[in-house]
């Protein structure tokens, strides 16, 4: 399994931005498909965005889609996700997830065998 560790999670105002970063230990992580996931007070978790292990394709959940940008430094082994135009209902914990036994997208929580601690991220109206 790889280690993950989120950061960049805060408070801010509806309409404003956030950038979450996700660091990765080993030495493969160039290989693996990456997700971001969310989870609401009082709702399951969801799929966020997932990038392909070299970054050449993305997916976006709708609600999230034009407003959120998923990215990836391999070299620096970290995913990032640029959350802009958030609304109160972006309020979650978010986590980052590693999919080792791929490097295809996959929007199934089953599908990614690591996870990191999560970042809370709180949008005020």
């Known amino acids: 399994q790889v280690q993950l560790v989120e950061s960049g999670g805060g408070l801010v105002q509806a309409g404003g931005s956030l950038r979450l970063s996700c660091a990765a230990s080993?030495?493969?992580?160039?290989?693996?498909?990456m997700g971001w996931f969310r989870q609401g007070p009082g709702k399951e978790r969801e799929i966020v965005a997932a990038?392909?292990?070299?970054?050449?394709?993305?997916y976006y959940a709708d609600s999230v889609k034009g407003r959120f940008t998923v990215s990836r430094d391999n070299a620096k082994n970290t995913v990032y996700l640029q959350m802009n135009s958030l609304k109160p209902e972006d309020t979650a914990v978010y986590y980052c997830?590693?999919?080792?036994?791929?490097?295809?997208?996959?929007?199934?929580?089953?599908?990614?065998?690591?996870w990191g601690q999560g970042t809370q991220v709180t949008v005020s109206s």
């Open positions: 997830a590693a999919r080792s036994r791929s490097g295809l997208i996959a929007t199934k929580s089953a599908d990614f065998d690591s």
């Open positions: 990038i392909w292990w070299n970054g050449g394709s993305a």
């Open positions: 080993g030495r493969t992580f160039s290989r693996y498909a």
